[in-house]
């Protein structure tokens, strides 16, 4: 299943970036994003070719209908990596985009772009759901699509948030 965004945010390129490998925004994302056990971790250090940002937090699977429950339980442990490039000629970035839960045949893999817009950045995201489990993979998918889908958009206004301050 494929999964794009596109959003414009009030931030240079850098701005946004630098929001994406901060610490503290990261904690942020994963407090809001999380279980009410409000159990996560963060790991920022360097990458093949830039910064990477791991995370793992867990996420309750209530919404999952039964069938899908049944492979990942009552939480969602999602363990996401991106793996930041440098700079490009023209001041956009890229990060490859790992997501995957564990003990679950449910991966999120693509691409996360920061392309510069004048005083603005355009985010966009172009990954694939997939979730490998013969004949309702499908199903899987676009049941796990709600949870990931609502964990992009506080992402954002979070970004949003930090941007305005």
Avoid: Y
């Amino acid at each position: 299943m494929r999964v794009t965004t596109r959003e414009e945010l009030a931030g240079t390129v850098d701005e946004v970036h630098a929001l994406f490998i901060d610490r503290a925004f990261q904690e942020a994302k994963c407090a809001a994003t999380t279980d009410e056990s409000g159990r996560f971790s963060v790991d920022i250090g360097p990458g093949r070719a830039g910064e990477r940002v791991s995370t793992t937090r867990l996420l309750p699977s209530d919404g999952l209908p039964d069938f899908a429950r049944s492979f990942v339980g009552e939480r969602l442990t999602v363990i996401e990596v991106h793996e930041w490039s440098g700079p490009a000629a023209d001041g956009s970035r890229e990060s490859a985009v790992d997501l995957h839960v564990k003990g679950a045949p449910l991966t999120l893999k693509g691409t996360l772009r920061l392309v510069p817009s004048g005083t603005r950045t355009l985010e966009l995201l172009e990954a694939e759901l997939k979730a490998n489990v013969p004949f309702i993979g499908g199903k899987i998918e676009q049941s796990a699509a709600v949870p990931i889908n609502a964990a992009i958009e506080i992402e954002t206004s979070l970004l949003r948030e930090w941007l305005a301050r």
